[in-house]
């Protein structure tokens, strides 16, 4: 049995061509200091200093700006356990804090 050419599946009408994802931007370090001055060094739900992570309130989009006025800092447990499963009801709750913060 002979093996098939690795052009086989770029030439067949059926194979679909890779799909190039949009290279997201990682937050910069000036834009990780803002917003970590801007909560005070605590998650904004819970008040704790510890395993802090930046979230995006709303997601990044099309345009993948790291805005800071759309970033809080979250605690790892609330970021994971509280806010990403429960994005509906926390979503409005972060959104009246970062009206606060900034």
């Known amino acids: 049995m002979n093996k098939l050419s690795s052009d ?4 067949c009408k059926f194979a679909k061509k890779p799909i190039k994802k949009a290279k997201r931007e990682t ?13 005070k060094g605590k998650c ?7 395993q802090l992570q930046l979230h995006h309130i709303y997601s990044r ?3 993948l700006t790291n ?4 970033c809080v800092m979250l605690c790892m447990n609330c970021h994971l356990n509280k ?18 913060i900034y």
């Open 8 to 11: 086989y599946y770029t030439t």
């Open 27 to 39: 937050v910069n370090k000036d834009t990780y200091q803002k917003v970590f001055e801007a909560c």
């Open 44 to 50: 904004v739900l819970c008040g704790t200093t510890q």
């Open 61 to 63: 989009g099309k345009d």
């Open 67 to 70: 805005k800071v006025t759309n």
């Open 83 to 100: 806010v990403h499963r429960n994005l509906h009801y926390y979503r409005p709750i972060l959104d009246e804090i970062t009206k606060e």
